[in-house]
């Protein structure tokens, strides 16, 4: 296997951490638009395991806006996949790019969607994934693997839908995701600052697009945005968390390979944070569209959303002074054998050990872990399809089997919980 990881961001840097310590691999090309950053992340590689650890690795500048750029990437590596570990907006390119050059493909957030043009909050428009899901055939017949939402909410949170389906239930009312954390971020005063801990970019897209709702006797519909408040218990210390409806790839992947009456997508953003993001949606500061603003060298077009990443610190820079911890888990609610049944499938990382163990803030680091063990499993042939496929369409046991079983044992040493809660 030769990956070709485009994007070496924060997720991305922490992909190649972690991938740098199996050996499922041959070699991985570290890709980024600014060269500077893939050579830092090689660099830090080399630093942490040694220089033959280093040799499986190579940095290269790329522009993953130009499919013709990515296409002759994969040519120039030889890669057999594409790890994708940029922004969404760049999925549509560097997914034609990977099937031109003829190399399986992952992602982490699917192809972007649109909202209805009339009837935003109660008609979906283009979903997420559309788009990708449409060319499934084409892959199927080249023989090729894409594997769409491979992160950990989509991805591990997907696993664990097969996993409850399979195993925990006969019978399922509601597949809800559900993400907290009770991550601080302070300053060298010790006073709280504003720094989301995941690209507020993708942040912005996410939480002010209408979220999406999948239910079996109605099919897909939205809702307003933060809508649905609830509290959720989160284990480990965390604690109760409100949490609100959000656009994400888990509603449009679950109904697809899962049988379940309703489907849910639900994130603890608390309320500094969603008055932040109503504000931005308030000045249009969440815009993508350019506009003309002055500057030292004269007039420049720039994207008021891109404005605001710009002046939020880079998310891959605050673990140091970020404090936390972060859950992804999935509740599920149904029968078993007859009887109620409620259970929380969940992961927590914590910003100490993923700092200590791999200089990697642990909301990215949680993110990195479900594509690497992917790449290990298709590495392996114990995952094997062609298509456009999300991570349902799997068996989990072996996904969840090797991410739990400890290093000596070959596996990835990151237990994952089982909490059974009071049916209500």
């Avoid at 970020?322 to 929380?344: E, F, Q, S, W």
């Amino acid at each position: 296997m030769r990956i070709l990881l485009v994007g070496a961001g924060g997720v991305g840097d922490a992909i190649a951490k972690i991938a740098a310590r199996r050996q499922f691999f041959e070699h991985m090309v570290v890709c980024d638009y600014d060269p500077a950053r893939a050579e830092r992340t090689v660099a830090a590689i080399v630093d942490a395991l040694g220089a033959d650890a280093g040799a499986r690795f190579s940095a290269a500048a790329i522009d993953a806006g130009d499919a013709d750029a990515v296409l002759q990437a994969v040519r120039d590596h030889a890669a057999t996949h594409v790890m994708n570990a940029v922004e969404p907006r760049f999925v549509p390119t560097v997914f034609a790019g990977a099937f031109a050059g003829g190399a399986d493909y992952l992602d982490m957030a699917m192809s972007l969607s649109q909202r209805h043009p009339t009837d935003p909050y109660t008609e979906t428009g283009v979903k997420l994934g559309d788009e990708q899901f449409a060319m499934s055939a084409r892959w199927e017949d080249a023989g090729r693997l894409a594997l769409v939402g491979m992160g950990v909410e989509p991805g591990l949170s997907d696993v664990f839908a097969r996993y409850a389906c399979d195993n925990l239930f006969d019978d399922v009312d509601e597949l809800g995701t559900r993400d907290g954390a009770n991550l601080v971020v302070r300053n060298e005063n010790g006073e709280e600052i504003f720094a989301p801990s995941f690209s507020i970019w993708t942040t912005i897209e996410e939480c002010l697009n209408p979220p999406v709702i999948w239910e079996r006797d109605r099919g897909f519909f939205t809702t307003p945005p933060f809508s649905e408040p609830e509290v959720f218990e989160f284990p480990e210390g965390i604690g109760p968390v409100e949490c609100v409806n959000v656009e994400h790839e888990e509603v449009l992947l679950m109904p697809r390979w899962c049988r379940a009456r309703r489907v849910t997508f639900k994130y603890g953003l608390g309320e500094e944070f969603i008055g932040v993001l109503r504000m931005l949606n308030t000045l249009g500061l969440d815009s993508t569209e350019p506009l003309t603003v002055r500057s030292a060298d004269g007039p420049v077009r720039v994207a008021p959303r891109d404005v605001v990443a710009a002046a939020l610190p880079d998310p891959a820079t605050i673990g140091p002074i970020m404090t936390g911890k972060t859950c992804a888990g999935l509740a599920v609610t149904g029968a078993k054998d007859g009887r109620p049944r409620r259970v929380y499938l969940y992961h927590v990382s914590d910003n100490e050990w993923t700092m200590r163990n791999y200089g990697t803030q642990c909301v990215v680091w949680q993110t990195a872990l479900g594509p690497v063990i992917a790449l290990e499993l298709l590495a392996a042939g114990v995952w094997s399809a062609t298509g456009v496929l999300g991570p349902e369409a799997f068996a989990s046991e072996p996904f969840l089997e090797l991410m739990a079983a400890d290093e000596s044992d070959g596996g990835y040493g990151q237990p994952w919980g089982l909490r059974e809660d009071e049916p209500h």
